[in-house]
């Protein structure tokens, strides 16, 4: 006689869990590989001094637009803290596509055009790929998530810094390695709004740290946090020169949520 041998069906729960594991994976996939793309350039502005006030103004306005483009990540404008007269435009687009479309803007255009007199010095650009955040880290949205009626003062007092970094030739997976724990750890922190590791398109070597804290408060408590001294030491040895740093005060966005915005994990898209 012959025994049908009972068919074990895995529990729905076990079912579902791998196809959301599948589905993340393949959210992570598409991710990194839209991340690669991504098109993230820093302008250097030099401005005549009694130029600053309508350049600063023409130049928000600029970027309150191109936060609305498609494909566009971030357009955060900055102001160098010493030397008053220059001016940093974060500017990063899903892909060259996107940057390219940008440049063909009506807005863009004007800017270009109203602020051309205004330079001291032609403006200057430097390119880099994203090393972190990662996918779900970065979330789906850019400066666009704050709206007019939010406190528009609420960055006057945040803390944002520009480190540069040289590792030594050799060193650049484990550096990027190291610095990306570091950032991803130090966003976790009370009243960190942002910390991205940039690695320079022209030179692996070079890296760009780009630390945003509500207040100065809080950028001085990263420095006494285990993450920090534990990167700190690691990357001692590998160092070509020392590393940095720039303080700007932030002039767009002006909100804490569209330095930000709110982490959902799995559940969303992100950015890149």
């Given at each position: 006689?012959?025994?049908r ?117 032609p ?14 880290a ?22 944002c810094?520009h ?76 160092m ?33």
């Amino acid at each position: 006689m012959l025994t049908r041998r009972a068919t074990i069906h895995p529990p729905r729960v076990a079912i579902r869990s791998r196809r959301a594991t599948r589905a993340r994976d393949g959210r992570r996939r598409r991710d990194a590989r839209v991340r690669a793309s991504a098109r993230i350039t820093l302008v250097r502005c030099d401005v005549k001094a009694e130029a600053m006030d309508d350049f600063l103004r023409l130049t928000e306005e600029n970027a309150r637009a191109s936060v609305r483009e498609a494909g566009n990540v971030r357009f955060d404008v900055l102001r160098d803290e010493k030397d008053r007269n220059l001016v940093t435009l974060v500017e990063i687009y899903a892909d060259d596509a996107s940057a390219a479309k940008h440049k063909e803007t009506k807005h863009y255009e004007t800017w270009r055009d109203e602020v051309a007199d205004m330079m001291a010095a032609p403006r200057s650009a430097e390119t880099y790929l994203a090393i972190e955040p990662n996918d779900d880290a970065w979330t789906y949205a850019n400066a666009v998530t704050w709206n007019e009626d939010d406190d528009q003062s609420e960055m006057v007092n945040a803390s944002c810094v520009h480190v540069h970094c040289e590792c030594a030739a050799g060193d650049e997976a484990a550096f990027a390695s190291a610095c990306a724990k570091n950032a991803s750890e130090s966003a976790l922190e009370d009243g960190n709004l942002r910390f991205d590791v940039f690695q320079s398109a022209e030179s692996a070597r070079k890296f760009l740290l780009v630390e945003v804290y509500d207040g100065a408060a809080s950028a001085v408590a990263h420095k006494s946090t285990p993450h920090y001294e534990a990167w700190r030491e690691e990357v001692a040895n590998m160092m070509a020169r020392p590393r940095q740093a720039r303080a700007y005060d932030v002039v767009f966005p002006p909100t804490k949520i569209s330095w930000r915005g709110d982490a959902c994990g799995d559940a969303c898209d992100t950015t890149w």
